[in-house]
């Protein structure tokens, strides 16, 4: 591992992750669930996935690892609940690839130009028309070949693309300020909650706030490319979500204030668009920013689209190399070194969601949800390490740990009870399609290695249960059945999470694969011991010339 990024490299690559098509339709989406109090529910998504990235800040320093996101719970809890954590977070990121080309799509169906009112076709009420799935895919198989070969094509063009994600939202934030903010917008139709604060909350779930923050991750994949991991990964990590949820604010006000008020008359559930900010550009007759926000439309979202084919394609690398899935997936092309086998899986998945989730709203629910429950072992995994890896070397050591991570638990529960029954049961339903393949290749390792790892692993399968059973029962301001009374239905939440936190915690234990992990761990404290001790000798010469 090459030690050569710095602070800002990593928090530059964790805010280039974490911009991209959320923030050309989230704010729409927020205030079309929330109103104008969405603001909040961008302040209250970065508590939430504070308090969880900050616990993955110390297993990704002690493990710097492609693909890590996925083995951090095999790690503590062995195969089972590493599995159902490894598919959760597979399904949320394959899922991303569709949801980048549906964007583009979208945002190309609201071409104003006269030649192009052929576009106005590519999407009706929200949804892709036949033509729109036919863009949508040429786009993904676009993102599909430019990994197919090699991912240093798109790479090289990295630095710039980040530099545009920058430019154009804060463009946008300060043209619609400047030409169409009307600040009775915020209090007038009807008040500043229209809907309640549960709206608030559920638009925290479902708006694309955790799949826009979901970026995070960026940094803490790079740690092992760090100068200082232990002062540069928590300070990239909390320092791009903390920048990324200003630009997130400021996007929200000025696209609450743009809105024209006859739009909203009927409230703000009837507000729609095919392409938010472009919409609100061509309306204030912002011609510079009409064509900025198509080209980055295209840009910032096929730059996401393709980054992620490439992860997701070493996803299922990693996933088979654990015993997954079947050897094909885990063969390199010779020349290319390029998982190919992998990729053309991920490519008829991307297929799947795209056809049966057409709208950027819709997948972007899907992709929240599923992101949500794979950051639930997060704190679990972190807090388990510290009593069965309490050897390991750790570059960087989250203080307050025994706080932060039961908080970060209890968040990411409520964040998933927020999102509403039935979508809740429907993610779940996604989740557990994969537990037959586990099964089968787990099988063949014997059954009594698998009650082990069951044993290990069961209290996330009951928690998953008990989750999708207090949605169902919860209060109807979340989409339940209103046996559970609203304010208690939260509280149960909660006692529920703290319960199964400390289940998992207790359930875990020294896993082989964590004994297999000892060996990455051992040679990050061997190459960081060596880095420090090459400077000595040029710190003590620059001490002696210095005197």
């Given at each position: 591992m090459q030690r050569k990024m710095g602070t800002f490299s990593l928090m530059m690559t964790g805010l280039g992750s974490i911009i991209g098509s959320g923030w050309l339709f989230g704010a729409w989406k927020a205030a079309q669930i929330a109103g104008p109090a969405a603001v909040f529910s961008w302040l209250i998504g970065m508590l939430v996935i504070l308090t969880i990235a900050l616990s993955y800040s110390e297993l990704g320093t002690m493990f710097p690892e492609a693909g890590g996101m996925v083995k951090y719970t095999?790690?503590?809890?062995?195969?089972?609940?590493?599995?159902?954590?490894?598919?959760?977070?597979?399904?949320?990121?394959?899922?991303?690839?569709?949801?980048?080309?549906?964007?583009?799509?979208?945002?190309?169906?609201?071409?104003?130009?006269?030649?192009?009112?052929?576009?106005?076709?590519l999407v009706h009420e929200g949804q892709l028309t036949g033509e729109g799935l036919f863009f949508a895919s040429l786009l993904i198989l676009v993102y599909f070949f430019l990994n197919y070969w090699t991912v240093s094509l798109f790479a090289k063009a990295n630095s710039m693309i980040t530099v545009f994600k920058f430019i154009v939202p804060t463009a946008t934030i300060v043209a619609?300020?400047?030409?169409?903010?009307?600040?009775?917008?915020?209090?007038?139709?009807?008040?500043?909650?229209?809907?309640?604060?549960?709206?608030?909350l559920t638009a925290v779930a479902t708006s694309g706030i955790v799949f826009a923050f979901n970026g995070f991750q960026s940094p803490i994949n790079m740690?092992?490319?760090?100068?200082?991991?232990?002062?540069s990964i928590p300070i990239s990590v909390v320092g791009s979500v903390l920048i990324a949820t200003m630009l997130y604010v400021c996007?929200?006000?000025?696209?609450?204030?743009?809105?024209?008020?006859?739009?909203?008359?009927?409230?703000?559930?009837?507000?729609?668009?095919?392409?938010?900010?472009?919409?609100?550009?061509?309306?204030l007759g912002v011609n510079w920013l009409v064509?900025?926000?198509?080209?980055?439309?295209?840009?910032?979202?096929?730059?996401?689209?393709t980054t992620y084919t490439a992860t997701t394609a070493r996803m299922i690398y990693g996933m088979q190399k654990n015993g997954y899935f079947p050897s094909v997936f885990g063969t390199l092309h010779p020349i290319y070194g390029v998982p190919r086998a992998a990729m053309f899986f991920n490519l008829a998945v991307s297929f799947a969601f795209l056809f049966l989730f057409r709208g950027w709203?819709?997948?972007?629910?899907?992709?929240?949800?599923?992101?949500?429950?794979?950051?639930?072992?997060?704190?679990?995994?972190?807090?388990?390490?510290?009593?069965?890896?309490?050897?390991?070397?750790?570059?960087?050591?989250?203080?307050?740990?025994?706080?932060?991570?039961?908080?970060?638990?209890?968040?990411a529960s409520l964040t998933f009870y927020w999102a509403r029954w039935p979508l809740t049961g429907q993610v779940l339903f996604i989740i557990f399609i994969g537990l037959p393949i586990y099964f089968y290749y787990q099988s063949r390792n014997g059954w009594r290695q698998f009650a082990q790892e069951l044993k290990a692993g069961i209290w996330m399968l009951v928690y998953l249960l008990s989750m999708a059973l207090v949605s169902c029962l919860g209060s109807k301001q979340f989409g339940g059945r209103d046996i559970i009374p609203y304010g208690w239905d939260m509280g149960l939440v909660a006692l529920?999470?703290?319960?199964?936190y400390f289940w998992g915690v207790r359930s875990g234990v020294v896993t082989k694969h964590l004994q297999e992990a000892e060996q990455l761990n051992n040679e990050l404290k061997r190459r960081t011991q060596m880095v420090e001790e090459a400077a000595l000798p040029s710190a003590r010469t620059i001490s002696s010339q210095s005197k």
């Open positions: 095999q790690y503590s809890h062995g195969s089972f609940a590493g599995f159902l954590a490894g598919w959760a977070n597979w399904i949320a990121i394959v899922s991303v690839i569709p949801v980048e080309a549906i964007a583009s799509v979208q945002y190309m169906s609201s071409w104003p130009w006269k030649w192009a009112s052929w576009t106005h076709d619609l300020l400047a030409f169409g903010f009307q600040s009775g917008n915020f209090t007038d139709h009807p008040s500043f909650t229209p809907y309640g604060w549960s709206s608030v740690a092992g490319e760090a100068k200082k991991p232990n002062f996007l929200q006000i000025a696209f609450v204030g743009a809105i024209d008020p006859a739009l909203v008359q009927h409230g703000w559930h009837q507000l729609s668009f095919n392409s938010p900010f472009a919409d609100l550009a061509i309306a064509i900025l926000l198509y080209v980055d439309a295209f840009v910032s979202p096929s730059g996401t689209g709203g819709s997948l972007a629910e899907i992709i929240s949800v599923a992101t949500l429950i794979s950051y639930i072992t997060g704190p679990v995994t972190a807090a388990v390490l510290r009593r069965t890896g309490a050897h390991l070397y750790r570059p960087f050591r989250l203080k307050g740990l025994p706080i932060i991570a039961p908080c970060g638990f209890v968040f529920l999470a703290l319960a199964f």
